[in-house]
Nanobody
Framework: QVQLVESGGGLVQAGGSLRLSCAAS????????MGWFRQAPGKEREFVAA????????FYADSVKGRFTISRDNAKNTVYLQMNGLKPEDTAVYYC???????????????????WGQGTQVTVSS
């Protein structure tokens, strides 16, 4: 089992920045592929970013490419999402997710991830 706890959400003005953190426990963190997803009110949960266990590869949704950066610190069992240039359409609950096995070619699929955090709210005002 893996427990994931997100933090760092909040209210920010358009153009501002936030850094989300996700602390993992319960399984060898360094072996997990980690991802961030988000869900806006009335919408389906969507992929934001993912990072492989060694940080050798990162993946982003087109909507956040160039603005968001995913990273991880295996020594601290933590994955981060640095969000810059925030827009009102980035408003959502952000979820951290972990995959036991590398979802090669399927990093954006919800079903590829086995564990989920409880989410943290990000609100961007215009």
């Amino acid at each position: 089992q893996v427990q994931l706890v997100e933090s760092g959400g909040g209210l920010v003005q358009a153009g501002g920045s936030l850094r989300l953190s996700c602390a993992a426990s319960g399984r060898t963190f360094s072996a997990l592929t980690m991802g961030w997803f988000r869900q806006a009110p009335g919408k389906e949960r969507e992929f934001v970013a993912a990072i492989t266990w060694s940080s050798s590869s990162t993946f982003y949704a087109d909507s956040v490419k160039g603005r968001f950066t995913i990273s991880r610190d295996n020594a601290k069992n933590t994955v981060y999402l640095q969000m810059n240039g925030l827009k009102p359409e980035d408003t959502a609950v952000y979820y951290c997710a972990a995959a036991k096995f590398s979802p090669s070619g399927s990093y954006s699929r919800l079903s590829a991830y086995d564990y989920w955090g409880q989410g943290t709210q990000v609100t961007v005002s215009s």
